[in-house]
């Protein structure tokens, strides 16, 4: 049956939640908007996914645009082209006031998905991505919020007795505000020494390959592979003296000034105090939703993940 309705379908193509590319960020085809009434502002470099469950984004805002409209409800549309592929509409939980604007807190309240046909989309969401794991409602919100490329990028923390380097893709930058936004799960140990020494650094996954990445995701952070087991060389950020993966085109170092549990995750916020590039024109890979990556021109990285 399943097999059948796959190839109905998606006769070429693997079905999955994710497709993994490489890209240079201004490789980036789409776009994301906040849209209300008929105000539509370009959100692309200022919003973040912070929390899977519940649903919640963050949205920043210039001062200039706060006033414009009522914040409570809004949508917001993943574009490519003038094509929308997707859409959320959200609602408003809390606005934190930042040096040039605010940082606007959002509960993700329905979904709308576009890509391909009605028939393409219940196939893929009700048959073939379901799983014990998630819900038909998730899996189409999953797949409106990675309309839009995600970043793959490497956490990592040390202290004299622990260190921890791992990858996530709940993650944002503000450069508006030199502002990082991180979401991380309240399960990870590595959180609460973080919150404490309030620092992090932030590497790109420049010159690694994506099972590596994964395996990193694979240790549990109570007890991280030993630095000298990694498969990679590790080198000490400038200020932190944190470990910086050799592979690293350029890397963060960002102190943490604030944080709200949002659910499974919790929200850092951050200030970038160092940026360092070690490579010219670094790359990263990017987690893409497999409806968007069936209407995009990115080339599938393969991996075993
Ligand atoms: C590609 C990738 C992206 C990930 N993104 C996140 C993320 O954004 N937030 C998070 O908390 N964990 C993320 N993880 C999982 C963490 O890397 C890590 O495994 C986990 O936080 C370990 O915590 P645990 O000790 O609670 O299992 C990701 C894993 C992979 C492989």
């Known amino acids: 049956m399943n097999l059948s309705i796959k190839n109905l379908f998606f006769k070429h193509t693997d079905v999955k939640t994710f497709f993994i590319t490489?890209?240079?960020?201004?490789?980036?085809?789409?776009?994301?908007?906040?849209?209300?009434d008929d105000l539509l502002i370009d959100i692309t470099g200022t919003h973040s996914m912070i929390c899977l469950d519940p649903f919640c984004v963050a949205v920043w805002l210039p001062k200039d645009k706060m006033n414009g409209f009522d914040k409570k409800k809004a949508r917001v549309q993943f574009k490519?082209?003038?094509?929308?592929?997707?859409?959320?509409?959200?609602?408003?939980?809390?606005?934190?006031?930042?040096?040039?604007?605010?940082?606007?807190?959002?509960?993700?309240?329905?979904?709308?998905n576009h890509q391909?046909?009605?028939?393409?989309?219940?196939?893929?969401?009700?048959?073939?991505?379901?799983?014990?794991?998630n819900t038909y409602e998730s899996r189409k919100v999953i797949s409106a919020l990675y309309s839009y490329p995600r970043k793959i990028i490497i956490v990592s923390y040390s202290d004299e007795h622990y260190y921890n380097i791992f990858p996530m893709d709940i993650q944002g930058y503000i450069a508006e505000e030199d502002m990082y936004i991180l979401g991380l799960r309240t399960t990870n140990i590595t959180l609460n020494k973080i919150l404490e020494a309030k620092k992090v650094v932030i590497s790109d996954t420049d010159a690694i390959d994506i099972n590596t990445i994964y395996n990193l995701g694979k240790h549990s952070s109570t007890s991280p592979t030993k630095m000298e087991e990694m498969p990679f060389a590790v080198n000490r950020s400038e200020l932190f003296g944190f470990p910086v993966p050799g592979f690293a085109g350029s890397y963060k170092e960002v102190e943490i000034i604030?944080?709200?549990?949002?659910?499974?995750?919790m929200l850092l916020v951050g200030k970038v105090v160092n940026l360092k590039v070690l490579r010219k024109d670094s790359t990263s890979l990017y987690h893409v939703g497999?409806?968007?990556?069936?209407?995009?021109?990115?080339?599938?990285i393969d991996g075993l993940y």
């Open 290 to 300: 497999f409806l968007q990556f069936q209407e995009s021109n990115y080339q599938s």
């Open 116 to 133: 391909l046909n009605i028939l393409h989309r219940l196939a893929l969401f009700a048959w073939l991505l379901r799983s014990k794991k």
């Open 258 to 265: 604030d944080h709200r549990k949002m659910g499974y995750h």
């Open 22 to 36: 490489r890209l240079s960020e201004n490789r980036v085809e789409e776009k994301v908007f906040l849209k209300k």
């Open 80 to 112: 490519k082209n003038t094509q929308t592929t997707a859409e959320l509409n959200i609602g408003l939980i809390e606005a934190i006031p930042t040096d040039n604007g605010a940082l606007l807190l959002y509960k993700i309240e329905s979904v709308i």
